[in-house]
């Protein structure tokens, strides 16, 4: 970056890794909020991921825009990676599909010098790279000595742009190359000491005295580099004048999205609350109805999921797949590169990866959708973090979330993941209760400029509660879903527990005399963004009256607004939707006498007997057992 | 189950299948709590991870026990996967690292029916699957007729027994073979009804009519595999018996492993609080003190990392790698089969996949540790699930936690995830503060006979306390470090804070006047298992003085026992420890004062001010920014 004259990376900056400055824009690992990085790496195995989404972005946009004669989009993505990259199977995943998609503008530059942390990489890997790249659909080019032979490796980076696949281009190194420690594991991280800074600086003909000193040719060198990238951008604006002049609708359309604007007027889009169907409704399926006019009119929309368009209704109408036009005789598939809809394969991981690379191409030009249940983003779960640390905005469509998905069994019923993202910085978790609530989720997703969104969903159908449900509720968080002037207690229900918990609320007026509001809680993140007195006016906890969350989900969280909770205390079990609910004792006539029991105590013992002492109401029924 | 005699395994049982009987044995998915299943399934790719932990225990007993002549241990692994195992990173990590180690005793049988839930597996997948085995160093087999052609498949499974690499059966199947739905996708999920049904029984010669009848033939089948399997378990007596005759102690020493026993007297092994270094000392570097004797001497750890051995202090004194013999030539190294050092490579999810598969080995045989930086345990996040849903005891050394590792940066430093597993039913996560609690983690993990362990330790140096600390508070969760009969605020610390927590209380005294308590609160879940009085001298919640939760992760779960935290409330940031911890505000003379005013807030108003008003003390201090 200083050699190329990007102006914010001095030579004091270059002093500033690994110091105590805050300024520093030299971190540890590079990261996207300093001027020139395309993603922010460090995690092993992403940044293939990213890369394949920066290729596919190229692709798409090229597919779409470039014309006979004129291409406004043509660039190679080209990444550098390490040993590890292809270890991890965030990376083995992502070229899977690189070699799929045949994206032959993708190039990765493999820095093979087969050291690791513990040593040789042989202690743990002796397969055949080359052989796997090749099976995996990629192109591999040799070279054997990185060190010395740069007009092999200019020779490969030519070839990597005609080839009809992505290109791996094996690179033979030494780590440590020209110090004493070469090939020695402890140059990854270690630093080397002046002494043998020295040594690599004779190896290299500088001057072993001289310290951050770039000698003026190479400066030289780079400032044509620069020079050439303006000549490049001249040209590239050249040609869009050319374009414009020509296509100007087609250019008008380019331009919004290099400044990274949606497309259409996306709001136009969204039901309104009389569109939807009143009966019963899984929200998954309200999702589709949100999404899918959404995603089949406005064009920055990419929409993927890992294997499961049946079940997580993303596919919008008139879908086309993102699928090289290869395939289309070879292994009779629909689609080509124009294609917004993604088939990810089952690799929850790379889609996660994949879907920050899109993001992060020229922010804003793209707002890339994933999809699986919900249990499955802990797969994901290091992608969907990198995309909240980096404020690439998407929106990941959770399906079969809770205990609700039923038959599955334990395996599928989330219980502790919704902690992790509840807790994730920048990343909203939102958990609509019904088509009004999942209209909301949408609306604060999209909104939500640099900050991912992952919406929460049932398998299952839902009782739809127009009458009180709310899309400007969930963008504040939570709200009074039901209020009561007289109240006893307050319930908070949350997503495809809203039924029991109104349920609930009627059995308690019924059977206990007992006046319950209910306060609907979608997110908690949008929650704690409103101001104190909106918080109270929600919750009312100066009421001195009880606060009991239902959710089938671990508690953790809920003690920040409840007094107690009705939750899961261990993992789930295989049993149909509502018996599994039944199982685990969220059935209104189980919680109502023990809320009852909580506000008697209260009413006895005053609100204060609470406090230290949040109350897990749920116990094990005497049925099933806590692992 | 049913076929060959598992007494539990009922025709009635059978039909439970998706039914809502509590007590079917029949889920959605296989379970390990049901007779006769090794493992639960369900997470896709998990399994294969597993097998080849299965596998490698197999390999480790036959080289540590087995003798010329009599083998005691010297069963095959077998594993049935689908399409999608191998398009998961983690089946693509495990079967790299079986490859390696040439773990012969493994074969894959892969059902090749080339549909997905979204269609034909051509839609996401079109790479040569045998080509990339055979790099990855497996033995490869096709059948190409996997309906009709049952020789092949014998001979295919015959021949795997004798290969000296993996083997790997590509079968050729047909989903739904002999349904009029034959090759579609929907058989994977959907019933196919009563018709539909009948198409296949007729396919298969067997009466349409009848529903759930097995004929005697068949039963006569499997009676003779059942009796097969007496002959061989007879068989396998006597090998014992002659083994034991020849070998007595080591008979004596596999007769405890095969009740799942420790070899040795492990608690003589723990150093007590005297031995511990009284200098400051990296909990890292504490955790070796407590675990490499304990590894050295006991012959259930097997001990694993992902690639890092130089940070994760995990490697103890005469160490053997677990490792193909074939490779000490071919490539170098040391180790072999009977080696309890596993190098995992950079493959954190399939460390964790395949140390649940050495923990179900016969549970108990084995007591895996793997080991990582703390905030990888997010890749491995699905397994680790896994491992806490089984009740598979291990025990997870997490290094480098909390915002203090520093130099990396916000990709390297955890903020959300200690919510995951502080909510995850089954798993501890422990934090201890210096060296005597690090003795502790490791005494409630071994403890902890059917739930893994996390113990998250820091990479940078800790003031130790022990006047204060105490490994049974470690067992309890949360205990009083330094007690004031009258205080007027408790400050919780944890881990590597503890350090601020107790300068805070120093500061808090000397300039603001007031008296802190202070707790250590290395575990949650242990605490939430002490009595309510417990708990309750611990916290002390009914004094009316306010408590303070003290940590560099997101507060979330520390509401539970706090009115008010000093926490993170977004990600971390690339700076030397000391220094980021200053950034963040975690300076003593930064937390005082804000303390100070709590309190004087709460003398001012009551406690029951804070009620509903959880304080997340920590601002951006007019640095920084929230994502």
Redesign the interface.
């Known amino acids: 970056m200083h050699l190329v004259g990007v102006k914010s990376m001095t030579v004091e900056q270059l002093k500033s890794y690994?110091?105590?400055r805050?300024d520093?824009i030299c971190?540890?690992?590079p990261?996207i909020e300093n001027e020139g990085v395309e993603v922010?790496?460090?995690?092993?195995?992403q940044g293939v991921g990213n890369a394949v989404g920066l290729a596919m972005a190229t692709k798409h946009l090229a597919a779409t825009y470039n014309k006979p004669g004129i291409e406004v989009v043509n660039n190679m993505t080209w990444c550098m990676i390490g040993?590890?990259c292809l270890?991890?199977?965030?990376?083995?995943?992502a070229v899977?599909?690189a070699?799929?998609w045949k994206l032959n503008n993708l190039c990765i530059i493999y820095d093979n010098n087969s050291i690791?942390?513990?040593g040789?990489?042989?202690?743990?890997?002796?397969?055949?790279?080359?052989?796997?790249m090749?099976?995996?659909?990629w192109n591999v080019i040799d070279v054997f000595d990185g060190h010395s032979n740069i007009g092999a490796i200019v020779q490969a980076l030519m070839t990597a742009r005609s080839s009809d696949k992505p290109t791996f281009i094996n690179i033979r190194t030494v780590i440590g190359f020209g110090s004493l420690m070469a090939g020695n594991?402890?140059t990854h991280g270690a630093a080397l000491g002046a002494e043998d800074v020295a040594n690599i600086k004779k190896a290299f003909g500088l001057n072993p005295e001289e310290h951050l000193v770039i000698p003026p040719e190479v400066y030289d060198f780079f400032r044509e580099v620069a020079d050439h990238g303006e000549q490049l951008e001249a040209d590239w604006n050249s040609t869009i004048k050319a374009y414009t002049e020509t296509y100007p609708e087609l250019a008008a359309e380019f331009k919004l999205r290099v400044e990274g604007k949606m497309l259409d007027e996306w709001t136009k889009y969204i039901p309104k609350k009389e569109d939807f169907p009143t009966g019963p409704t899984a929200s998954r399926k309200s999702a589709g109805l949100v999404g899918n006019p959404l995603c089949e009119n406005v064009k920055n929309f990419l929409i993927g999921?890992a294997?499961?368009?049946?079940?997580c209704n993303v596919a919008y109408n008139k879908k086309v797949?993102f699928?090289s036009p290869e395939?289309r005789t070879?292994?009779?598939?629909n689609g080509d590169y124009t294609g917004r809809y993604i088939?990810?394969?089952?690799?929850e991981?790379?889609m996660g990866a994949i879907a920050n690379g899109l993001a992060a191409f020229n922010k804003g030009t793209f707002l890339p959708i994933t999809s699986t249940f919900f249990?499955?983003y802990?797969?994901a779960?290091?992608a969907v973090?990198?995309g909240?640390?980096q404020?690439l905005q998407q929106i990941h469509i959770a399906t079969h979330d809770s205990i609700g998905t039923?038959?599955?069994?334990?395996?599928?019923q989330p219980?502790?993941?919704?902690?992790?993202?509840?807790?994730?910085?920048?990343l909203l978790y939102i958990r609509p209760c019904d088509s009004e609530e999942v209209a909301g989720a949408f609306i604060s997703a999209i909104n939500a400029k640099?900050?991912p969104t992952i919406i929460s969903l049932s398998r299952q159908n839902l009782t739809q509660y127009p009458q009180y449900s709310s899309r400007d509720g969930v963008a504040r968080g939570a709200y009074v879903f039901i209020e009561e002037p007289e109240f006893d207690v307050t319930l908070i229900g949350v997503g495809s527990e809203m039924g029991f918990t109104v349920q609930t609320k009627e059995l308690l007026e019924k059977e206990h005399g007992l006046k319950a509001r209910v306060v609907s809680f979608p997110c908690q993140r949008l929650f704690e963004q409103q101001s104190?007195e909106y918080?109270?006016s929600v919750?009312k906890?100066?009421s001195g009256k009880p606060?009991v969350a239902i959710e089938a989900?671990?508690a953790?969280?809920w003690?920040?607004?409840a007094d107690a909770s009705i939750s899961?205390?261990?993992?789930g079990?295989?049993?149909?939707s509502a018996?599994t609910y039944e199982?685990f004792g969220f059935q209104p006539k189980i919680m109502a006498p023990k809320i009852s029991a909580l506000v008697e105590e209260v009413k006895r013992e005053g609100?204060?007997s609470l406090?230290?002492?949040?109350r897990d109401l749920n116990g094990y029924l005497g049925?099933g057992f806590?692992?």
Do not use: W
């Not at 040789?120 to 796997?132: F, G, H, L, R, S």
């Not at 090749?134 to 659909?137: E, F, I, M, V, Y």
């Not at 294997?307 to 079940?311: C, G, N, W, Y």
């Not at 993941?417 to 920048?426: F, G």
């Open positions: 690994h110091s105590t805050y520093s971190p540890g690992h990261e922010t790496t460090g995690p092993l195995g040993d590890a270890q991890e199977g965030v990376g083995l995943e899977s599909l070699g799929h690791t942390c513990d040789t990489a042989d202690v743990a890997n002796t397969e055949d790279i080359n052989e796997k090749k099976a995996t659909g594991a402890k999921t294997d499961l368009t049946p079940s797949d699928q395939l070879a292994c009779n598939l088939h990810y394969g089952i690799r991981h790379a249990m499955f802990i797969y779960a290091p973090r990198m909240a640390l404020g039923g038959e599955d069994g334990p395996t599928h219980i502790a993941l919704p902690a992790l993202y509840r807790a994730m910085p920048n640099e900050t104190k918080k109270q919750l906890p100066k606060i989900y671990a953790n969280g003690e920040r607004y899961m205390r261990r993992f079990k295989s049993l149909p018996t199982y609100i204060e406090r230290g002492d949040f049925i806590e692992h």
